[in-house]
């Protein structure tokens, strides 16, 4: 499948999916109705606050999300198929051989009493049962190697590894059965900044090699604009804008996405010596503003903000380019919401 | 803005150095050798002038927390000397100690770890006026409370000094914490990465909030941090540690432009930018930051170090002043001299 925009292929296609916690006090919209695709080979970051819904969307996508929260609504063609329909037993195959997850701490994803070369093993003979175990050993050590990681380090427990190492071992084990898609969570905020910058340089040279993409999921948006091809911006459960992370961050459009980009710290003298402080805090989700659920701390608000919801819609025409404002968008005339 | 005297020092660190004894197994203390250390901290000297904000940054490991510690006396050095505002911490005893904590008060990273989830804000705020000013009656210490509230942006005041931590946001604890810090009006206050755990709409405010209340209550900060890019943000001169040792210390600016220690270096190109049009192209250091138990010989850099030469395995480098205010401790650090020097 080619997206008309951009001609590039599109690995996953989510449309208008929502997530729902069931909560005492009501249902919470932690994801609602979002839609944007990933390509085949990019880096996408996926920002926003804590509480914002990005970690809840990247579950999503696997279709790990358990009560109290489920899935109600939305469709997710992966690879021109829809997973949506998969059942259980699919999803098991589905979820390690073309999606593969890191989550922030590896010790917790990874098996204690299990060795390296035990953990990747595993994973080809769950996905490949017909894979000789001197052959899955074989891929583990050139992966190993891939990895940058020293061969002897093959037979060493989780707790012997470093933190860098322990990602890198994480990754692998998405990499060794070919998945498309690496959904990172948070997978460098525990790190130190000189292996952080190191997993990340790892992440482009695998993308490089194996075309590979990758969900960057990150409260920080220097990384993003560090290696990531495209950015998205959710706010609120829902997303405020995406575009490539260039135009963006050279000309963002909703007002959120600019407040957002200008109060991050830059360790460059002479630039932004003052930092954008951005009024207000994210609303509770069981009760979300009406209309465009960032009005209440927009600085730009307008009367139909309060009053209708916005469209995730092209920006001046440009269809890789989408923000979720009425800024954006020809405001309606004829109804009684209008300005 | 107040001038800062550089010959006005509020805490003086001396050859401090501070190791912890390795747990062993009993049969290891049966049979075993020697005890083993964590060698946290190693011969480290440095001075925080008065009304300045002083940062230490390094990875995690560096011992930049373990010498917050010690410098505020919660924790005592195993050789070295911590003087404030003259006064030899090791000279004074428990009571002496405490007395002195009212002018010497912490920030911690996680505010919900530092209040008291059984008091409201305003009681945990007042709590420290009960200990330290014990003459205050209860109608002064709730003004006194309330005032700190406004001061921190928790308006109004009186309806957050009935709430407690768990019904307030993230960044409204956090600011509860640095009232419950600066009610007993300290000179100095160590700031332990106050705001590593705020989301980056906070930060900006929660950083403003603490320069203004630095101008406002003439307060000196130790700031502890792993992010030289919010340092950039708050900090007057910066030590740069690599596994117990300090690397270099020099004024902010002059650090940021003239890098002298090949370690401050990487940790500063590897800090994003957040800009796609400045990606960094530099590689970065091998490894990562070794054990302390048994740190590297000669320069504790040496295993990682690109201009790694065979004296840094063998040779501790002199902790020296290269330029004005500008300490270094590495062999090479005179070819990262800019040309004029």
Known sequence: MESLSTGKEVLVQVHDLSVTYHTRLGPLSAVNGVSFDIYRGEILGLVGESGCGKSTLGKALMRMIAPPAEISGGRIIFDNEDIMTYDEEQMRDFRGRRVSMIFQDPLTSLNPVQRVDEHIIEAIQVHEPTTPISAALERARTLIQTLGIRENRLRDYPHQLSGGMRQRVMVGLGLVLNADLIVADEATTSLDVIVEAKLLDEFKRLRDEFNLAILLITHNIALVAQIADRIAVMYAGQMAEIGDVVTVFDDPRHPYTDGLLRSVPNVKLDEREVLYKMGGEPPNLTHPPAGCRFHPRCPLAMPICSLKEPQLLPVRGDASHLAHCWLQQPQPVDEEGAA | ?341
């Open chain 2, 1 to 341: 803005m107040r001038v800062i005297d550089p010959t006005d020092n509020l805490v003086e660190v001396r050859d401090l150095t501070k190791w912890f004894p390795v747990q062993q197994g009993l049969l290891a203390q049966v049979f075993g050798g020697k005890q083993r250390f964590v060698h946290a901290v190693d011969g480290v000297s440095f001075e925080i002038r008065r009304g300045e904000v002083f940062g230490l940054a390094g990875e995690s490991g560096s011992g930049k927390t373990t010498i917050g510690r010690v410098v505020v006396g919660l924790t005592p050095p195993t050789s070295g000397t911590v003087t404030f505002d003259g006064i030899d911490l090791s000279t004074l005893g428990s009571a002496g100690l405490r007395s002195l904590r009212k002018s010497m008060q912490v920030i911690f990273q996680d505010p919900m770890a530092s209040l008291n989830p059984r008091m409201s804000l305003g009681r945990s705020i007042g709590y420290g006026l009960e200990i330290h000013n014990p003459e205050m009656d209860a109608e002064a210490r709730r003004a006194a409370v309330v005032e700190m509230l406004e001061r921190v942006g928790l308006a109004p005041a009186n309806y957050f000094y009935n709430k407690f931590p768990h019904q307030t946001s993230g960044g409204q604890r956090q600011r509860a914490a640095i009232a419950r810090a600066l009610i007993t009006r300290p000179e100095l206050v160590l700031a332990d990465e106050p705001i590593a755990m705020a989301d980056v709409s906070v930060r900006a405010l929660l950083l403003d909030l603490m320069n203004e209340l630095k101008r406002d209550l003439s307060l000196t900060y130790l700031f502890i941090t792993h992010d030289l890019a919010t340092a950039k943000y708050i900090c007057d001169r910066v030590g740069v540690m690599y596994l117990g040792m300090m690397a270099e210390v020099a004024d902010l600016r002059e650090l940021y432009t003239h890098p002298l220690h090949p370690y401050s270096q990487a940790l500063l190109a590897a800090v994003p930018v957040p800009d796609p049009h400045q990606r960094r192209t530099q590689p970065m250091p091998e490894g990562e930051i070794p054990n302390p138990i048994n740190p590297p010989s000669g320069c504790r850099f040496h295993p990682r170090c690109p201009i790694a030469g065979s004296i840094c395995r063998t040779e501790v480098p002199t902790y020296r002043a290269l330029r004005p205010d500008h300490w270094v401790a590495c062999h090479y650090a005179e070819r990262y001299l800019p040309s004029g020097d």
